[in-house]
């Protein structure tokens, strides 16, 4: 069993920045591939960013340049330095650890945390 929990969100004007951290209790952290997700009001939720156990990260289109994921291995943390935010950024924020498949093991979610942009 994993518990994460997201801590970060909040509210912020055009431009500015946040950052997002997620705890992950139990043993999993070390050898799962961690993301952070977003879902608006109205639509899917979507990868915004992931990092491999082994560092390696991954964006999507509309957050490359401004985002940052990054995980602390010693405090079992993922992070995410959201930069130069846009209303568009706006929705809930959700943290995703990923075992991997070969273990059997299910993925986990943390509970989310709002992350609201205005104009």
């Known amino acids: 069993q994993a518990q994460l929990v997201e801590s970060g969100g909040g509210l912020v004007q055009a431009g500015g920045s946040l950052r997002l951290s997620c705890s992950v209790s139990?043993?999993?952290?070390?050898?799962?591939?961690m993301g952070w997700y977003r879902q608006a009001p109205g639509k899917q939720r979507e990868l915004v960013a992931g990092v491999a156990s082994d560092g390696s990260t991954n964006y999507a289109d509309s957050v490359k340049g401004r985002f940052t994921i990054s995980r602390d291995s010693a405090r079992n943390t993922v992070y995410l330095q959201m930069n130069s935010l846009k209303p568009e950024d706006t929705g809930v924020y959700y943290c995703n650890a990923k075992p991997p498949s070969l273990l059997g093991l299910a993925e986990y979610w943390g509970q989310g945390t709002q992350v609201t942009v205005s104009s």
């Open positions: 139990g043993t999993i952290f070390k050898i799962s591939a």
